[in-house]
């Protein structure tokens, strides 16, 4: 099993719906991070969350320590969303590694 | 982002020779990294630096040797390259150990091993 794990691995949305991706990790973290990646793209880092919730602009990322779960919303979506997000972890380690999930596709429909 | 250089974006090499890859940052940030990415998988961390000279194994280390003799550069050797080291290899860099710092990743390094 892997200590990341990523729901849905793949989903469709319209244009303008309200869009979830959850992760769930099963190990300690001193923080998780979403990234997106483009097509054919490099790895933009959205957001890094240690504890509650953070917002940029239309995306939303929480996170709930006990359950070891996080969530990464984005509002009013829109076709240029389209892209891999990807839930990654630290341990806390003082080598500040991380630990991915696979990820999830998200394509957006006009 | 401009404080991350990979190098070559693209690479196509024949099996059996050896394959540098090279990453530059601009950041004087202490932490680099070398992950690959494939399909199926979360990137895998192949070998990373927590200063100059100072250099440890990751999860995919076999077939890999990494050096770094100045801060600002990260260099990825495939000793003798195969056909599974086909992949799409990204460097990061981060400014602290022990977690709560962001990453900044590069672009991305498309090798093709035939």
């Known amino acids: 099993k892997n200590e990341v794990e990523q729901s849905p691995q793949n989903l469709t949305a319209q244009e303008g719906e309200f869009i979830t991706i959850n992760c769930s990790y099963s190990v300690g973290i001193s923080a998780l991070h979403w990234l997106q990646q483009h097509p054919g793209g490099g790895i933009v880092s959205l957001f890094m969350?240690?504890?509650g919730k953070k917002k940029h602009g239309r995306l939303i990322a929480t996170i709930n320590i006990q359950e070891k779960h996080s969530s990464l919303h984005i509002t009013a979506s829109h076709p240029r969303d389209s892209a891999v997000y990807i839930c990654?972890?630290?341990?806390?380690?003082?080598?500040?590694?991380?630990?991915f999930g696979t990820g999830t596709l998200l394509a957006v429909q006009p | 982002d401009a404080g991350i250089t990979q190098s070559p974006r693209h690479k196509v090499t024949e099996t059996g020779t050896p394959v540098t890859l090279r990453c530059h940052q601009t950041?004087?940030?202490?932490?680099m990294y070398w992950y690959r990415q494939d399909p199926g998988h979360g990137l895998r961390l192949i070998h990373y630096s927590y200063g100059v000279k100072d250099t440890d194994k990751g999860e995919v280390s076999d077939g890999y040797s990494v050096s770094r003799s100045k801060t600002e550069d990260f260099l990825l050797t495939l000793e003798s390259a195969t056909s599974s080291q086909t992949s799409v290899y990204f460097c990061a860099i981060s400014e602290y150990g022990g977690g709560n710092y962001g990453y900044t990743f590069g672009s991305g390094t498309r090798l093709t091993v035939v």
């Open positions: 969350l240690s504890s």
């Open positions: 990654a972890v630290e341990r806390g380690s003082a080598t500040n590694k991380l630990i």
């Open positions: 950041e004087n940030h202490r932490y």
